[in-house]
């Protein structure tokens, strides 16, 4: 799965089979085949998908799966990490959109074993100011940082 290293997977419940993290570790790689209905089997029919940095809210299964979908960059996953516990789990993750780095994290609320609410947070790498060389390690110096924060 797109290079997922077991030492970043987090949570009893991980490894046990139809548990939210089970199920998360094997959609991994179905959004980048192309797989939209088996990866939107994991949503519960009135699941909702927030993107608060957009102020958009998705309702419903089908539309969630239309949404990404329809979404029309080349795109490709990598998961950095998931953790999480009973029926709240989340994902750090790289999508790169025609090219581009993206981090996201997506933030899952499950029901009966399926997603009822996830949220995503999206954020463009940056390139970190000078004052902070001193004091901070570099884990990414691959020139694609858009701004400085």
Do not use: C
Request: aromatic share 10%; charged share 30%.
């Amino acid at each position: 799965m797109n290079a997922l290293d077991e030492t970043k997977l987090k949570g009893d419940e991980l490894w046990e089979p139809e548990t939210p993290g089970a199920l998360l570790i094997g959609i991994g790689p179905l959004p980048e085949a192309g797989d939209f209905e088996v990866e939107h089997d994991l949503y519960q029919e009135d699941a909702v998908l927030e993107y608060p940095q957009s102020g958009e809210r998705i309702h419903g299964r089908r539309n969630i799966q239309a949404v990404r979908a329809g979404h029309p960059a080349k795109r490709h996953f990598r998961i950095e990490r998931i953790l999480g516990a009973g029926d709240l789990w989340i994902t750090e993750y790289v999508i790169t959109y025609d090219g581009q780095p993206v981090y996201t994290a997506s933030i899952m609320e499950f029901r009966q074993g399926k997603v009822q609410r996830e949220t995503q947070y999206f954020g463009d790498p940056f390139d970190p100011p000078a004052w902070r060389a001193s004091l901070a390690e570099r884990t990414r110096g691959d020139g694609t940082a858009r701004a400085t924060r």
